[in-house]
């Protein structure tokens, strides 16, 4: 019987062969745009995951309280002293660890050098994260200063190979360090990030601030491993005093998080909580799965439209002793075997635009074939997706009475399932809709956050470390740059601008109220010409200057610093920095330090000649870019010849910042059109459905007199009047849903009658066009064609 079904199956398809193709080729991008989103929300899900014993690491949060006790931040960075704490107090974990990124540094072979990314770390990082070593003993391999572990791509770069083993490499153009481990790359859904790492004794050789340990320098993220992950409660309840009670000039607690939600629920509220980007990650799952729906009502339209050829098929089979059954079977053996068409036409077309789809967000997602849970979702996607698309169809096929389709009235259709079509078309453009009006106000809050005044001048201001030879040489390089012409000003400064590196409490003013103490402000360390150079707008004071001995202690407080501490005149008034005593010289407006999603922190910054890690350089407007670019590389390469030139733009480093709601606009832009097309297909076949049902009326009608635009307009105002009932649906549903994503925006745009009207006029716009091409084909069919016989 299967084999015979199969037959016929393969007969039908064959003979409707336009049919097939729109619903194979229909069916194919809603399962590969499902796919593709499926495999960015697996991407996003697995963050922070593939360790061995993912789920027994964490990481140690503080949360920040005034003097009542009232939690005001959570902070991801509780300092280098609480991991000594920690293992003394719980011995319910197994290890722990801090580690700071130390971004991209030289190292060389003896012949070439690279920049790679470095990261300084306790021993037992190598424990915590169960890190697979293809080379090493993971127990002792961090244990000597000198030590380093390199991922085997860097040793593939750095040697062409992976048996390196107690080779030497040279660190900074400086220091000699001897390979004790290799271990295999990780997924990049992680966000350890590193090609090397080395002891954290190594980090206090050649930093000595490290090796002070105080309470109130929040700079090290600190990473623990548990022995059960049922002992958090007891854990967390141990170490929570810790904090208050070894400092007095902070009040926090502190308490362990899954450091695998740390990627998908960074939210915090009042300490607990409250989401983060897996708000998103809900929203791509609805997405993938709705596109699936919109393809599965595709087909039905497009099978049922067709039905009037299939009722003597029915009809006849009926007469002759076919059971309802056996026809139902017949149907859905062909929705399989388009499903399945079109499941290979999905992988196909997935496999040929993943690397286009990886460039377009900046990720790495592939494909593992020797996954079986991969193949099970496939096999439970095509059984899903035949079922929907295919159930209903036969069902309604299946019924056909068998007289009434030999005495051709089967064209005559019911008034239940010509309105469950209505719903299904209404259904499809109701989600298209608030997917245009999704869209739109995503755009609208990108906009908004991206034209929030920064606060400093971005455009032509470049950055890049000062490392290696630089690091002595910042007055000779700025000398010449200058002499060049290429820069209009140069400073140097303890980070960059683009984002927050130290933050602190403790800081001293006049008549400060008890429980000020407690307050958390970011800090910059900078020296001269700082606000000439970086464009940030003074309100009172003035800049650093040489001209003023006094300015090596002086500092420069933001206005939302003043307003904390409640200066009425803070310029001149006396504070007090880890027991320095400075000068307030200059207020300037506050910028974007940190998230432009958040309001501003206080920001305190203050004068250092001897910190200097980034160079910052006003670019020479006359010039061109490249132009520019050309002659400090030149200066750069002289004075530091064993580094390469790393010249970054502080606009592009910013624009990272709005990274996710980027990939949140380019998913919702490309897939919402992807919706938008198939719910037009769907329309298409309903229109077809209505004028194949109506073909001797419109046949009639010509013969009467009517016109063609009489026609079209019969056809066409009913299918509008359903887009219309969609916007009345959709428009309330998606204002209620993207008000609610809004409200996670401190600063957000709102909801304009311009992007509702738009998304409805975008819609029935397009709606028009998909019904009025086959309104006019149908009306303008020959009427003898459809009255000839009768």
Not at 193 to 201: C, G, R, T
Not at 464 to 471: A, N
Request: net charge positive.
């Amino acid at each position: 019987m299967f084999r015979l079904n199969l037959k016929i199956a393969l007969r039908n398809l064959w003979r409707n062969k336009t049919s097939s193709v729109i619903n194979i080729i229909g069916l194919a991008i809603g399962l590969a745009s499902c796919l593709l989103l499926l495999l960015y929300v697996n991407y996003e899900w697995n963050y922070n995951k593939q360790f061995k014993d993912a789920d027994k690491v964490y990481q140690v949060l503080i949360n920040f309280q005034d003097a009542s006790g009232k939690i005001t931040n959570t902070g991801g960075q509780p300092g280098n002293v609480i991991h000594a704490a920690i293992r003394e107090r719980a011995p319910e974990i197994d290890a722990v660890a801090r580690i700071t990124g130390g971004g991209k540094t030289l190292i060389a072979n003896g012949r070439t050098s690279f920049k790679k990314m470095a990261l300084f770390a306790d021993p037992e990082i190598l424990k915590i994260f169960n890190f697979e070593f293809i080379a090493g003993n993971p127990a002792t391999a961090l244990d000597a200063p000198n030590s380093v572990v390199i991922t085997e791509q860097t040793a593939k770069v750095l040697f062409g190979g992976v048996n390196v083993l107690n080779k030497s490499i040279k660190y900074d153009n400086d220091r000699d360090l001897t390979i004790t481990g290799v271990i295999k790359d990780f997924p990049a859904n992680t966000s350890i990030k590193f090609d090397y790492v080395l002891p954290w004794s190594f980090l206090e050789s050649i930093n000595g601030n490290v090796k002070i340990w105080n309470w109130s320098d929040f700079s090290w993220p600190v990473m623990v491993k548990v022995n059960d992950p049922s002992k958090v409660d007891l854990i967390n309840s141990k170490i929570k005093s810790l904090f208050n009670e070894r400092t007095p000039d902070t009040r926090g607690e502190n308490f362990l998080f899954p450091f695998a939600k740390t990627h998908l629920y960074s939210k915090f509220v009042n300490g607990k909580n409250v989401g983060g980007d897996i708000e998103k990650i809900y929203l791509f799952i609805g997405l993938a799965f709705g596109i699936l729906l919109i393809a599965c009502i595709n087909f039905t339209n497009m099978a049922t439209a067709k039905s009037e050829r299939r009722a003597k098929e029915v009809g006849i089979k009926k007469t002759i002793g076919a059971t309802r059954a056996s026809l139902i079977i017949q149907f859905l053996t062909e929705a399989m075997l388009l499903t399945i068409g079109s499941v290979l036409l999905a992988i196909t077309t997935v496999e040929l635009t993943l690397p286009l789809f990886n460039n377009l967000l900046d990720i790495e997602i592939s494909i593992d074939y020797g996954n079986i849970w991969y193949w099970l979702v496939i096999f439970g996607v095509v059984l899903l997706t035949g079922l929907l698309s295919g159930l209903y169809p036969a069902l309604f096929l299946s019924a056909f009475n068998p007289i009434q389709t030999l005495k051709r009235k089967a064209a005559r259709a019911k008034a239940v399932p010509v309105n469950l079509r209505q719903v299904l078309v209404v259904g499809q453009f109701c989600f298209a809709i608030m997917l245009i009006i999704a869209t739109l106000v995503i755009y609208k809050q990108i906009s908004f956050i991206k034209n929030r005044p920064i606060g400093y001048n971005s455009n032509l201001l470049a950055e890049m470390p000062q490392e290696g030879e630089l690091s002595g040489k910042f007055e000779v390089f700025k000398s010449e740059v200058m002499k060049t012409g290429a820069v209009t000003a140069v400073n140097q400064a303890a980070g960059s601008l683009s984002s927050a590196s130290n933050w602190f409490s403790g800081f001293e003013w006049p008549n400060r109220a008890p429980g000020q103490e407690d307050i958390v402000f970011n800090r910059l360390e900078t020296n001269y010409d700082f606000v000439k150079t970086t464009g940030v707008e003074l309100v009172a004071g003035r800049d650093f200057s040489k001209d003023f001995a006094s300015d090596m202690k002086g500092v420069l407080l933001s206005s939302s610093a003043v307003k904390v501490m409640n200066l009425q005149n803070p310029v001149g008034t006396k504070v007090r920095l880890n027991g320095k005593d400075l000068k307030v010289i200059g207020v300037f407006k506050d910028f974007i330090w940190e998230s432009p999603y958040q309001p501003a922190k206080p920001l305190v910054i203050n004068f250092n000649r001897d910190n200097g890690y980034r160079i910052n350089m006003r670019l020479n407007p006359a010039n061109s870019l490249s132009r520019n670019v050309e002659l400090i590389s030149a200066v750069a390469k002289r004075l530091n010849p064993a580094y390469p030139v790393d010249i970054k733009f502080v606009d592009q480093l910013y624009a990272q910042k709005l990274q996710s709601e980027k990939i949140l606009g380019i998913l919702a832009n490309l897939f919402g059109g992807i919706a938008i097309f198939i719910s037009c297909m769907g329309l298409y076949g309903l229109v077809a459905y209505s004028a194949e049902q109506r073909t001797k009326e419109f046949g009639v009608r010509r013969v009467l007199g009517a016109s063609v635009s009489n026609i079209m307009r019969l056809l066409s105002v009913s299918f509008l009047k359903m887009v219309f009932m969609a916007a009345c649906i959709g428009v309330p549903l998606a204002y209620y849903l993207m008000n609610k994503w809004l409200t996670n925006f401190e600063f957000r745009t709102t909801i304009s009658l311009t992007v509702i009207l738009i998304s409805i006029a975008g819609t029935t716009i397009i709606a028009f066009l998909t019904v009025s091409f086959q309104a006019y084909k149908a009306a303008k069919a020959n009427p003898v064609e459809a009255l000839k016989y009768e």
